[in-house]
């Protein structure tokens, strides 16, 4: 099929390199004409294990091509996915759906022949209906079609999310549309995907809820952990002994610092903000975004205590810095808070992260990036594990610090506790 991918960022990016390595014609459209001739090169925007590769095949054979021309683009294609952003509007938690509209018009302005244009950007239920309404100032409604199609790729392992995803949800409120779309992911379908259909704006909801939840699942086990903190328990044991429950689930109970990225602290104030259109109060999502604000001053609290309250000039050591793990992305990593209150109370900091150094680092005092972990974590009084890479967990802290005081603050959970105690260091981490 042929298909156009509006917006090269990270799903409009990662989707339309899959869709044409499962044989599809794709053009990737953005305005970035800088982007979109690196892309051409080679030159991937985002770090995503597996993407590079992709890109090369399928550039190479031609599925894939990468434009700047989103009028021609269209023309070309039978399905329109919309990918562009959708960030928090300033000052305010509702969803900026500026982009969205604006590909909707430039859409209605090359509508040729029959298209189906999808939704694949997180929006609030009713965006599809608003688009809708968009193209058909300009286009006879037979000749297009608008579907929700959200995605559900994580950051780090988005490929293979795409490949093989749980579910695929398509909310259209036309038959025809549904089974044009069921027929692109029949390769996934195929594999084992679940096709989940429903009409556009439950889809719109499935996303927002989706994120939402898991979003509250992270934040409950946060909060237990705090429990067992104080109670001298291990919240691993917790998350084994509550996830084996098959209506619980193990997945995304994993103790560690507040929620951050590029979606769950966007997408749960805007679920919230659209319920309060609705005059609908979320009242247990209203607080697990309390409760994940209220995390930083909960660890920086423990940072202190750990220190004994003598953070001026310790030497503190950050292993890995980005939200998470297999990503370069700072996007409300909770890194941003605690490093810069630890550089304001007089700490020494030195930070490796797998992805380099970070300009939202370069300006405090006394931050500076190291570009081994053995540089960073050396002469360190505290070393904090910030971020699960796999780098760090066969990482044998003996060998690279002499410091018989050395502290180990893991805020991950990756070491047992045992291990690093065995080694003579003083171990801290989420939970236990
Ligand atoms: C998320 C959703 O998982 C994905 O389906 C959606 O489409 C986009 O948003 P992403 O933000 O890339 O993906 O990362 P994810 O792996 O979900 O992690 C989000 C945050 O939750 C990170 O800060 C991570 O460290 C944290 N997390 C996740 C936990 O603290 N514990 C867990 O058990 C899982």
């Given at each position: 099929?042929?298909?156009?991918?509006?917006?090269?960022?990270?799903?409009?990016?990662?989707?339309g390199v899959c869709f044409s390595d499962l044989g599809n014609d794709v053009i990737c459209v953005d305005k970035d004409d800088v982007k979109i001739n690196n892309l051409k090169k080679g030159i991937i925007p985002i770090y995503e294990p597996g993407l590079e590769e992709l890109v090369l095949k399928n550039y190479k054979n031609k599925r894939l091509n990468f434009s700047t021309n989103l009028k021609e683009a269209v023309k070309k294609s039978d399905i329109i996915f919309i990918c562009v952003g959708t960030p928090s509007k300033k000052n305010s938690n509702s969803a900026d759906l500026?982009?969205?509209?604006?590909?909707?018009?430039?859409?209605?302005?090359?509508i040729n022949k029959f298209k189906i244009i999808i939704n694949k950007s997180t929006v609030p239920v009713t965006t599809g209906d608003h688009v809708e309404k968009i193209i058909a100032k300009k286009v006879t409604r037979k000749y297009?079609?608008?579907?929700?199609?959200?995605?559900?790729?994580?950051?780090g392992e988005a490929v293979r999310d795409f490949i093989y995803p749980d579910r695929v949800v398509i909310g259209s409120n036309d038959k025809k549309s549904e089974k044009i779309l069921k027929n692109l992911y029949s390769p996934l379908i195929s594999k084992g995907a679940k096709f989940v259909s429903t009409n556009r704006r439950a889809a719109e909801l499935i996303k927002y809820a989706s994120n939402a939840f898991l979003a509250t699942k992270i934040t409950f086990i946060n909060?237990?952990?705090n429990l067992c903190e104080k109670t001298g328990i291990d919240v691993e044991d917790i998350s084994i002994g509550i996830g084996l429950d098959k209506r619980i689930g193990s997945r995304f109970l994993r103790a560690g610092p507040a929620y951050g990225g590029s979606c769950f602290p966007k997408d749960t104030k805007a679920i919230v903000s659209t319920a309060d259109k609705f005059k609908t109060n979320l009242s247990v999502i209203k607080s697990v975004i309390k409760s994940n604000e209220d995390r930083s001053s909960i660890l920086h609290k423990r940072v202190s205590l750990i220190l004994?309250?003598?953070?001026k000039n310790k030497k503190i050591a950050f292993l890995g810095v980005t939200f998470k793990a297999n990503t370069d992305d700072m996007r409300d990593s909770s890194s941003l808070k605690l490093i810069p209150y630890l550089s304001k109370r007089g700490a020494k900091i030195k930070y490796y992260d797998p992805t380099g150094s970070k300009k939202e680092f370069n300006k405090l005092n006394n931050v500076k990036f190291s570009k081994s972990i053995q540089g960073t974590v050396e002469e360190s009084d505290l070393i904090i594990i910030h971020t699960e890479w796999n780098?760090?967990?066969s990482i044998n802290?003996?060998?690279?610090?002499?410091n018989k005081d050395l502290i180990i603050y893991d805020m991950r959970n990756i070491?047992?506790?045992?291990?690093?105690?065995?080694?003579?260091f003083k171990y801290f981490g989420i939970g236990r």
């Open positions: 099929m042929k298909l156009c991918m509006i917006g090269t960022g990270y799903v409009g990016l990662v989707s500026s982009q969205v509209y604006m590909a909707a018009r430039e859409i209605s302005k090359s297009f079609s608008v579907v929700s199609n959200p995605e559900f790729l994580r950051e909060e237990i952990a004994k309250n003598k953070i780098d760090f967990k802290f003996r060998k690279y610090s002499k070491f047992s506790p045992n291990k690093i105690k065995k080694m003579g």
